[in-house]
Structure formats: C-alpha cells, structure tokens
C-alpha cells in the first residue's frame, strides 16, 4: 500500500519489539529488503545509512524523530502506525500478496545487517534468502531444536538486539520454524533476564560471554532448571 515494490528497501531501527519481526517478515513475504539498525543510532548515522543502503522508509519506536524534517525518506512510527494506514485509505488483497509472495526466490536479497564497526566504519552485509534458510537448518541440526508439541516446545528467550545476526537470525528464526516460542525482551538486564527464565520457563537462552558471565554471578538465587 506504500507503493513498495520487489528489490526496494525499508529500514528498521527500534529496541526488541513483536512490530518489528512482523515487519521484518512481511518483507521477507514481499521481495522487500530489510535494512536492521541500531535503536542507539543518532539520527546523522541513520541518515547516512539511508543514504548508504538506498531505504526508503524508516520503521522505528523513537519518537524523536516526530519533529525530525527528514527529505529523503519516510518516517513510520510504531506507536501511530495504525492510523497510519488507515490515513492511507489503501487495502491490499490477500491473492495480491500472495503473488507478490511467488516471486520471491531463495537467491534474491532479503536483509541487510552493519558489522560492528571496531575496527573501521560499520560495514552493510547483505544477506539472501538462502544464507538465512541455510542458518535455520544448520541451527537445527546442531543444536536439535524441538518441533512444536505440547510437552516439549521450546522456548527462547531473546535479548540480543534485533539489529544483530544473533538476534534477529540466530535467536529468532530457528525457533519459530520449527515451532517454538519467543520470549522477546528488550534489552539485557541481569536480574531481569533471570526472572524471567524463572517465571516462562525458558528452555533456550543464546547471547555473548559478557552476558553468560553476568547470569553466572547471580542465577544462584533463581530457578533456571528449565
């Protein structure tokens, strides 16, 4: 309804929220390609990675950008993106996505993620549809993820931010593909992170060795045998 089409790019940058794996998975659907940023970006490196990936519409929870005066693209707030689309007077039949759907093949482009930037300005890694497909069935096969059951479903929970590989591909899509659930958090916090293990009982956790060595300090006063 934007008027996006197969091949364009819209961009992302917002803390763990469930609106942005939907919109990440709608454009996975669509042929659109998504561009993850950092929700702690100021707004000149946005602009730049606009510029640099070519995206045309920013999708983000900060508000901040109301007042902003961008000129070379869009910005869609989470909070007002409902009534958003409803300004837009624009309905799309299912059959039209669908058949937007059929043209996506496993070899077109679908997602681009920056590098750290440690040693030199962060750098765009563009992604096709079967590196993806490729990592979900590797993920699998090593770590055996449960297929959707009542008993044994698996339960993930994800803090690492959506904008990285370990969040938004590794601690995401293995898990719902083979039925899981996710837990999505925020951001990592300690205490938080436990207790929640605690009260979901989580059965998957992924993250970086700071964060394992932060839960090792303190998991000793909470149930985690889950």
Same mark, same amino acid.
């Given at each position: 309804a934007l008027g996006l089409n197969k091949g364009d790019l819209i961009a992302i940058k917002s803390s763990n929220t469930p609106e942005w794996l939907a919109m990440q998975w709608a454009g996975f659907k669509l042929?659109? !390609? /998504? /561009?993850? $940023?950092?929700?702690? $970006?100021?707004? /000149?490196? /946005?602009?730049?990675?606009m510029k640099h990936t070519g995206a045309r519409i920013l999708f983000t929870d900060d508000m901040n950008y109301i007042i902003g005066k961008e000129k070379d693209y869009r910005v869609?707030?989470?909070?007002?993106?409902?009534?958003? !689309?409803?300004d837009l007077g624009k309905t799309i039949e299912t059959a039209t996505i669908e058949e937007r759907n059929m043209t996506v093949t496993a070899m077109d482009p679908a997602l681009i993620l920056f590098t750290s930037g440690t040693t030199s300005e962060p750098k765009a890694v563009l992604m096709k549809h079967s590196a993806i497909l490729s990592a979900i069935a590797a993920y699998n096969k090593t770590l055996s993820y449960k297929q959707a059951d009542a008993n044994q479903q698996d339960n993930a929970l994800v803090c690492t931010p959506l904008a990285h590989m370990m969040g938004c591909l590794y601690g995401i899509m293995p898990v719902l593909a083979f039925g899981g659930k996710i837990t999505l958090v925020e951001k990592f916090k300690t205490n938080t992170v436990l207790e929640i293990i605690e009260k979901e009982r989580c059965t998957i956790f992924n993250g970086v060795p700071t964060m394992f060595l932060f $839960?090792?300090?303190?998991?000793?006063d909470y149930d985690i045998s889950s």
């Open positions: 042929g659109i !390609i /998504v /561009v993850g $940023l950092n929700a702690g $970006l100021t707004p /000149v490196e /946005v602009a730049h990675a869609i707030i989470w909070e007002y993106a409902n009534q958003f !689309i409803i $839960l090792l300090d303190e998991y000793r």
